[in-house]
């Protein structure tokens, strides 16, 4: 069965049939525009996330707004929307397996592509592979500016690091990237300062490579908890911020600035006590590693359990009387990025109207 057929198109968001995926198109357009008009009066450019949305269509959107391509998290991903036509692809990863980099850089003849490296013989393979096949890849070096995750230390580690990628010839050294975008367990002037010090280590990094003579054509960091703050940094080139399109209530509850856009759509298939309702939507339609998604159309509902296929709810006096087997129930993710891929397709939907549907791309374990 179908969860959208195009008979729905035209209905009252709350008649589809569930669980679905609503984006409320006019919110999208809104924080494209907003996260666009920011970065269009400064140096530094937009380059988008697309790992959140995994949408063409949205992709297609941001830079016809003015971004100047778009980020990927994973080579599978950035296959996907070459195909549906979006050019200009950030791998900010690394794309490590001689399989993989074959298709990097088979991707890499079709459009332009730059792919993320921190460690001598991936850029080794990374090199033979692109100069079997007559190219050089654009790459930038990952540093670690304290999310202890990919990257090499700033400063001298990294700078002898890329003085001994010079000569690879499939290798052409383009810039660095560091993501200091996950400081959301701060706030005001704490988080301004501690994005700074993180921003000012990529930034003496790339003084001390140019200090060598060698140019840093990109310097890319950011996400949509620091834009402000790292897209206002003179020597950051561009920014690659993913969530503020279609938010999430996590980034509502650390003040990101974007309006949410997307909801999941459930019903109540069960009332079995007084304080208790149980919906269509478990942890196959709704992620929550981020904490419990927040029911957002019934006031004193709250989510307390996700099962694989059932969702838990306890009600207080405000709901108890009211809530129905067959009410369909609005619910905000708290992680858009992990939540959007358990679907095929969004329903858009304006002025609480379906409109269509989108189709969600690379689902799934990416590559
Ligand atoms: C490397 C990198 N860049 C950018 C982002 C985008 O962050 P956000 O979705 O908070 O804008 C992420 C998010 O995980 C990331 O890992």
Redesign the pocket.
């Known amino acids: 069965m179908l969860n959208f057929r195009s008979e729905d198109i035209g209905k009252h968001k709350l008649e589809l049939t569930t669980p679905c995926l609503l984006m409320d198109i006019d919110a999208i357009d809104r924080n494209i525009q907003k996260m666009s008009l920011f970065f269009s009066s400064r140096p530094c450019k937009l380059r988008?996330?697309a790992?959140?949305h995994k949408s063409p269509f949205i992709a297609h959107r941001q830079i016809q707004a003015g971004a100047i391509g778009i980020?990927c998290?994973k080579l599978q991903d950035a296959k996907a929307f070459v195909e549906a036509g979006v050019d200009n692809i950030l791998i900010?990863?690394e794309v490590v397996g001689r399989e993989k980099l074959h298709d990097l850089i088979d991707l890499a003849t079709k459009t332009q592509i730059i792919v993320c490296v921190d460690n001598l013989q991936n850029a080794k393979d990374l090199s033979e592979v692109a100069i079997n096949k007559g190219i050089k890849i654009d790459v930038l070096i990952e540093v670690d500016v304290g999310?202890k995750?990919c990257g090499l230390e700033p400063g001298l580690p990294t700078l002898q690091f890329l003085q001994r990628t010079l000569d690879l010839p499939g290798i052409n050294f383009k810039g660095l990237?560091g993501?200091e975008?996950?400081l959301?367990f701060l706030a005001g002037e704490e988080k301004v300062r501690e994005c700074q010090k993180r921003n000012q280590l990529l930034i003496n990094t790339k003084s001390l490579i140019e200090a060598d003579g060698i140019r840093v054509e990109i310097v890319?960091?950011?996400?949509?908890?620091?834009?402000k703050i790292t897209g206002n940094c003179e020597d950051v080139t561009e920014i690659?911020?993913?969530?503020?399109v279609t938010m999430d209530d996590w980034?509502c509850t650390h003040d990101?600035d974007f309006e949410p856009a997307i909801t999941v759509l459930a019903s109540v298939v069960s009332r079995p006590t007084k304080d208790r309702a149980i919906i269509d939507a478990g942890l196959k339609a709704i992620s929550m590693d981020h904490g419990m998604p927040k029911v957002m159309n019934l006031r004193g509902a709250t989510l307390t359990e996700l099962n694989e296929e059932h969702g838990r709810l306890v009600l207080d006096d405000d709901s108890r009387d009211i809530i129905k087997v067959g009410d369909r129930l609005e619910i905000m993710p708290t992680h858009?990025?992990t939540t959007i891929p358990l679907y095929d397709n969004y329903i858009t939907i304006k002025d609480d109207v379906v409109v269509d549907k989108l189709e969600i791309i690379s689902r799934g374990a990416a590559y």
Request: proline share 6%; with cysteine; aromatic share 12%.
């Open positions: 988008p996330h790992k959140t980020t998290a900010a990863n999310l995750r990237m993501y975008g996950a959301f890319s960091a950011g996400g949509s908890n620091t834009y690659q911020p993913g969530s503020y980034n990101i858009g990025c």
